[in-house]
């Protein structure tokens, strides 16, 4: 006999769907547009402007911010932002997210104790710059200087991921007859050898652009200082290639054979920057190609 208490008991966890409203969180995003001339991206989507509405935010955006990666004012309004005209309005915000550093101009119109994320950059900021955002109090986030548990900083490793991959595809482009260059096949053809991408730099840059030119059939050679980012760079790869610190007779002579050459070596968080010679670039071929991701 079944007692009727026992008929209703479950082992089955029953969830309650809770519904939450949404929170009126007074703080106001603003997104200026950036210098389209030298720089392309933008800090949010019409998609991440959409979860920051749904989280209670007030997103402000300069009219046309969005053109340089395809989105007009449109998409940003349907996703709950507001689009003012001028830039004074956008740096009124309590939050400005940008992607390049702010200027000077910018911080003048930003409101004391505002907070800007971007990269900063901290080594061609202005020290008048700097000083001007100390007297504000503004507070500053830097992509470049977050860093995860293992010490790794997210923001560089996606954007050296992006330039690696990028670099492969923009030589491809290059070297074609349709653009003026050589006519040449990056990957070659049985019987022809092979294109030859010297790349500058072991790092995360370095490493996406040998995969992606080693996946298309090229010949690929490695410099860097670090020896044990040559390790690395051939432990990932899975295979064994070309590798050499940065010895000038050894550059000398694969310049000469070179038909892409990538400067790949970090920028970002670095005091000092690589320059590739001019004795080197006198040495290469007619219609080669040197490619900088700086």
């Given at each position: 006999?079944?007692?009727?208490?026992?008929?209703?008991t479950?082992?089955?966890?029953?969830?309650l769907?809770?519904?939450?409203?949404?929170?009126?969180?007074?703080?106001?995003?603003?997104?200026?547009?950036?210098?389209?001339?030298?720089?392309?991206?933008?800090?949010?989507?019409?998609e991440?402007?959409?979860?920051?509405?749904?989280?209670?935010?007030?997103?402000?955006?300069?009219?046309?911010a969005?053109?340089?990666?395809?989105?007009s004012?449109?998409?940003?309004?349907d996703?709950?932002?507001?689009?003012?005209?001028?830039?004074?309005?956008?740096?009124?915000?309590?939050?400005?997210?940008?992607?390049?550093?702010?200027?000077?101009?910018?911080?003048s119109?930003?409101?004391?104790?505002?907070?800007?994320?971007?990269?900063?950059?901290?080594?061609?900021?202005?020290?008048?710059?700097?000083?001007?955002?100390?007297e504000?109090?503004?507070?500053?986030?830097?992509?470049?200087?977050?860093?995860?548990?293992?010490?790794?900083?997210?923001?560089?490793?996606?954007?050296?991921?992006?330039?690696?991959?990028?670099?492969?595809?923009?030589?491809?482009?290059?070297?074609?007859?349709a653009?003026?260059?050589?006519?040449?096949?990056?990957?070659?053809?049985?019987?022809?050898?092979?294109?030859?991408?010297?790349?500058?730099?072991?790092?995360?840059?370095?490493?996406?652009?040998?995969?992606?030119?080693?996946?298309?059939?090229?010949?690929?050679?490695?410099?860097?200082?670090?020896?044990?980012?040559?390790?690395?760079?051939?432990?990932?790869?899975?295979?064994?290639?070309?590798?050499?610190?940065?010895q000038?007779?050894?550059?000398?002579?694969?310049?000469?054979?070179?038909?892409?050459?990538?400067?790949?070596?970090?920028?970002?968080?670095?005091?000092?920057?690589?320059?590739?010679?001019?004795?080197?670039?006198?040495?290469m071929?007619?219609?080669?190609?040197?490619?900088?991701?700086?």
């Amino acid at each position: 006999m079944i007692y009727e208490p026992l008929r209703s008991t479950q082992f089955v966890v029953r969830e309650l769907l809770l519904k939450a409203d949404k929170q009126n969180i007074s703080l106001v995003i603003g997104i200026p547009k950036e210098n389209q001339k030298v720089e392309k991206r933008l800090a949010i989507t019409p998609e991440t402007t959409a979860l920051l509405v749904e989280s209670g935010y007030q997103v402000m955006i300069e009219s046309d911010a969005g053109l340089a990666i395809n989105y007009s004012d449109r998409y940003y309004s349907d996703s709950g932002a507001n689009i003012v005209q001028t830039k004074a309005e956008v740096f009124q915000a309590d939050i400005i997210l940008k992607v390049s550093a702010p200027t000077f101009d910018e911080v003048s119109m930003m409101k004391p104790r505002s907070s800007v994320f971007s990269f900063l950059q901290l080594y061609l900021i202005s020290s008048e710059t700097l000083e001007l955002m100390a007297e504000k109090r503004i507070n500053a986030l830097a992509y470049e200087l977050i860093y995860d548990d293992s010490q790794i900083s997210p923001f560089v490793t996606a954007i050296s991921e992006i330039e690696g991959a990028y670099s492969i595809s923009v030589a491809s482009e290059l070297l074609s007859s349709a653009h003026g260059g050589k006519g040449i096949l990056l990957g070659g053809v049985p019987g022809i050898s092979p294109t030859e991408v010297v790349i500058i730099g072991a790092g995360v840059a370095g490493a996406v652009a040998a995969r992606a030119a080693l996946a298309l059939g090229a010949t690929v050679k490695i410099f860097d200082n670090d020896i044990n980012k040559l390790r690395k760079i051939q432990h990932e790869l899975g295979r064994m290639v070309f590798t050499s610190t940065l010895q000038p007779n050894v550059l000398r002579n694969v310049f000469r054979s070179a038909d892409v050459v990538i400067g790949a070596m970090q920028y970002v968080n670095k005091t000092h920057l690589y320059r590739i010679s001019t004795d080197l670039i006198r040495v290469m071929k007619k219609g080669s190609l040197i490619i900088d991701l700086r």
